[in-house]
């Protein structure tokens, strides 16, 4: 299967081409300079390959949540590509890629994700290991401010991980749920090689849209008039 997977839903701009058990990568963490980098990267990764757009299956997009500048501008790139391709749009949880990176590197049960939602709110998803080592979610992405995750209250720490940058932007966020947790990662933002893998499930699944159908999960109605216009 040829998958193009995308994700610019935060400071992170991250593409990856998957075929034929390769996988073509281009990810840099840099607030501000998604517009400039996202095309490069995507003629990169596309020419390393040896692949052109109507060789591929589908475009895997890292849906978000995240920022609402960073997520326009994958979304409408990958509606871009994939109308001129005749392709469809694979839509992935941008917090689950976080999940399967800590997936595919440590023996973790659970994976709490969250992200920074600024105005003191994180991005907030939950996932444990599911078939083939991919995030299955344990309660649906919210926004979420300073309070303990109540879904975490009675349950043991052991092999619960948290990752996401949020947790480093809000402390007091860390402090009231720290006891639920093994360890904490390094692993903070969205990187696209690991949309693909899910994103392969969901297209086998028949879970593909058009592009004009897309729909990015901001979670918050009114991001644009609050968000930071800087990819973050």
Not at 195 to 216: F, K, Q, T, Y
Request: contains cysteine; hydrophobic residues 40%.
């Amino acid at each position: 299967m040829n998958l193009l997977a995308l994700d610019t839903s935060s400071i992170a701009c991250s593409v990856a081409l998957g075929s034929e058990d390769r996988v073509y990568e281009r990810h840099e963490e840099r607030a501000r300079e998604h517009t400039r980098l996202l095309m490069p990267m995507i003629r990169e990764v596309l020419e390393e390959s040896g692949r052109d757009l109507a060789a591929l299956d589908a475009i895997v997009l890292g849906n978000g949540p995240g920022s609402f500048i960073g997520m326009r501008i994958a979304a409408s790139v990958a509606q871009g590509l994939a109308h001129g391709s005749r392709l469809s749009i694979v839509p992935v949880s941008s917090l689950a890629a976080i999940a399967a990176q800590e997936f595919a590197a440590t023996p973790a049960r659970e994976v709490i994700v969250a992200q920074d939602a600024h105005m003191s709110e994180v991005y907030l998803g939950g996932y444990v290991r599911g078939e083939q080592g991919l995030p299955a979610p344990m309660f649906d992405e919210r926004l979420h401010g300073y309070m303990p995750i109540a879904e975490l209250d009675r349950e043991s720490s052991v092999g619960r991980v948290a990752a996401g940058s949020g947790w480093q932007r809000y402390p007091e966020f860390t402090s009231v749920n720290e006891q639920h947790f093994e360890r904490f990662s390094d692993v903070l933002y969205p990187r696209a090689r690991f949309l693909l893998d899910m994103g392969a499930a969901e297209l086998r699944r028949g879970h593909s849209i058009d592009p004009e159908d897309l729909v990015p999960a901001y979670l918050r109605h009114k991001v644009a008039e609050k968000s930071a216009p800087d990819g973050s």
